[in-house]
């Protein structure tokens, strides 16, 4: 896939305010930091459109892209580590969790995972949550640069032996880095893919 034309539609922090429209949707969600803002400029080829900051925590509300006008990239806060008050936290857990189990729209969710790191309990625990709600996601393990080869593979392969503890199999996965600009035609592929089938 393309991506030919990627704009802002609506930034807001209520399910009901999100776009009333039947296009399919597709979530990208992370631990705060793990490069999510830069992954979804990678993938739409636009710099800033989604906005990259060396302070964890900038995206605070749900942020909805129209992408080649036929389907939504969803820009959703970031859990865990962010510097922002307890209270503020709860209000973020909430609108995610009543995003996820409201939006009809919703075909998929990105759980973007910091490949640098052994299994996170947070990260974990997330998912965990989807697949106890039913809620379709894949992982995303970003800045694979970050490492070398032997170690992302060990890296990786700690996740899945976490995973087929609780999980009959590994989700669905992509290995990605924004720097190096690798990844992004596979993620684009598979939401092509999906596109298609929902569409059908």
């Known amino acids: 896939m393309k991506i030919n034309t990627a704009e802002f539609v609506v930034s807001n922090s209520k399910v009901a305010k999100c776009p009333n429209s039947p296009l399919p949707e597709y979530?990208?969600?992370g631990r705060s930091n793990?490069?999510?803002?830069?992954?979804?400029?990678?993938?739409?080829?636009?710099?800033?459109?989604?906005?990259?900051?060396?302070?964890?925590?900038?995206?605070q509300?749900?942020?909805?892209?129209?992408i080649n006008k036929n389907w939504h990239l969803v820009d959703l806060p970031g859990y865990g580590y962010a510097k922002v008050s307890k209270s503020a936290k709860k209000v973020f857990q909430k609108f995610i969790t009543n995003y996820f189990e409201e939006r009809k729209q919703l075909v998929c969710?990105?759980?973007?995972?910091?490949?640098?790191?052994?299994?996170?309990?947070?990260?974990?625990?997330?998912?965990?949550?989807?697949g106890e709600h039913a809620i379709p996601f894949c992982m995303i393990f970003t800045k694979a640069d970050k490492l070398k080869p032997k170690e992302?593979?060990?890296n990786i392969l700690n996740y899945q032996e976490e995973m087929l503890q609780v999980w009959e199999q590994m989700p669905h996965f992509f290995v990605t880095s924004s720097t190096a600009k690798t990844g992004s035609d596979d993620i684009l592929e598979f939401?092509?893919?999906?596109?298609?089938?929902?569409t059908e």
């Not at 400029?41 to 964890?56: D, I």
């Not at 052994?118 to 949550?129: G, H, L, N």
């Open 109 to 130: 969710a990105f759980v973007l995972i910091d490949s640098r790191h052994k299994p996170q309990p947070i990260d974990m625990e997330f998912m965990q949550w989807l």
């Open 152 to 154: 992302l593979e060990k």
């Open 61 to 66: 509300l749900i942020n909805h892209f129209l």
């Open 27 to 29: 979530a990208f969600i």
């Open 191 to 198: 939401i092509e893919n999906l596109n298609n089938e929902v």
């Open 34 to 59: 793990v490069g999510k803002s830069s992954l979804i400029n990678m993938l739409t080829g636009r710099k800033n459109l989604a906005k990259t900051s060396a302070k964890p925590g900038k995206t």
